[in-house]
């Protein structure tokens, strides 16, 4: 069964901390995997892209990178507005419609 | 702007009534898509549609229904048959349908947020 994991479930960060966030993925042919932001009360918005292991993506203080399991999303010297939950998505199989994870909830400090 | 509209953001709902949440894009995209967001869970498909007149079930569509008559709408309806409604909705919309390469960007509205009285 296809699968996403995220995890922690949420992070407590100081303003200027770095840390990751993790997804774990079992799904049947990769087709592509994706983050997205969400605030609270809104909708989610798209992030980053990934199709490959070894695939990079930067956008200001967020990379995002994959392995053939995983992918993690690095937050470098994060400030209080990266604050919001981290969704991650993976598209495979037949129908290739996304499977979404439970998401990280991220929070900065200042 | 181009994007996608939900209404009402907010609503309340009596037990054993109907309510349709809309949603409007005028980003010109084919696909459009419902999901269910409650807390703790991830986002669950409920409805997609990949073209005008056509539909297709998520993995959850027991209790609702959609329609597409138009590409810029897809209107979803909460029936009496969905035995725990209260939930975040939320509409999407990709250039082209699940199915085809480079859809898992998604287009998410400001969702509408149901709950039963």
């Known amino acids: 069964e296809d699968q996403v994991t995220q995890s922690p479930e949420a992070l407590r960060l100081q303003e200027g901390e770095s840390s990751s966030l993790n997804c774990s993925y079992t799904v049947s042919g990769l087709r592509g995997l994706f983050w997205y932001r969400q605030d609270p009360g809104k909708g989610p918005e798209f992030l980053f892209t990934l199709y490959s292991a070894g695939e990079e993506k930067e956008k200001e203080r967020l990379k995002a990178t994959l392995t053939k399991k995983e992918s993690f999303l690095h937050i470098t010297a994060p400030k209080p507005e990266d604050s919001a939950t981290y969704l991650c998505?993976?598209?495979?199989?037949?129908?290739?419609?996304?499977?979404f994870g439970k998401g990280t909830k991220l929070s900065v400090k200042p | 702007d181009g994007g996608i509209t939900q209404s009402p953001k907010y609503l309340f709902r009596k037990e054993g009534q109907n309510v349709t949440l809309s949603c409007e894009q005028n980003?010109?995209?084919?696909?459009m898509y419902w999901y269910r967001q409650d807390p703790g869970q991830g986002l669950r498909l409920i409805y997609y549609?990949?073209?005008?007149?056509?539909?297709q079930k998520g993995d959850i569509a027991e209790g609702y229904s959609v329609s597409r008559e138009k590409k810029e709408s897809f209107p979803l309806t909460v029936t009496s048959a969905q035995k725990n409604p209260t939930a975040f909705y939320l509409c999407?919309?990709?250039?082209?349908?699940?199915?085809?390469?480079?859809?898992?960007?998604?287009?998410f509205g400001e969702g509408s947020r149901l709950t039963v009285l």
């Open positions: 999407a919309s990709s250039i082209e349908g699940p199915g085809d390469a480079n859809t898992g960007e998604l287009f």
């Open positions: 980003l010109n995209h084919d696909a």
């Open positions: 998505a993976v598209q495979g199989g037949s129908q290739g419609n996304l499977i």
């Open positions: 549609s990949q073209i005008v007149n056509d539909f």
